[in-house]
């Protein structure tokens, strides 16, 4: 079994910053790749940023310059460092992980954290 955990939202006044972590544990091998998506409310679920293991990093056009993703390996941990919040950002934001599983299973497949409120609002 794989968790993904992630903490860190919450309400932040335009212009200001938050950090979210997720953490995998469980039965894991490697994660290829961890990334961040958010779904406001009435919209699809969207990319946020990803980071491959070798730290290669993705933005969507809409967070570049503002929003940071980062993760610490050993850890199993993603990070995402959010400046410049604006109203839009509002959303829910999951964690993703591409990963495999430990033997014997060494099943390859994508995880989802529950999800974590960031509401910018004045």
């Known amino acids: 079994q794989v968790q993904l955990v992630e903490s860190g939202g919450g309400l932040v006044q335009p212009g200001g910053s938050l950090r979210l972590s997720c953490a995998a544990s469980g039965s894991i091998f490697i994660i290829a790749v961890m990334g961040w998506y958010r779904q406001a409310p009435g919209k699809q679920r969207e990319l946020v940023a990803t980071i491959t293991s070798a730290s290669y990093s993705n933005y969507a056009d809409s967070v570049k310059g503002r929003f940071t993703i980062s993760r610490d390996n050993a850890k199993n941990t993603v990070y995402l460092q959010m400046n410049s919040l604006k109203p839009e950002d509002t959303a829910v934001y999951y964690c993703?992980?591409?990963?495999?599983?430990?033997?014997?299973?060494?099943?390859?497949?994508?995880?989802w954290g529950q999800g974590t409120q960031v509401t910018v609002s004045s």
């Open positions: 993703n992980a591409d990963l495999v599983s430990a033997p014997p299973q060494f099943d390859r497949r994508e995880y």
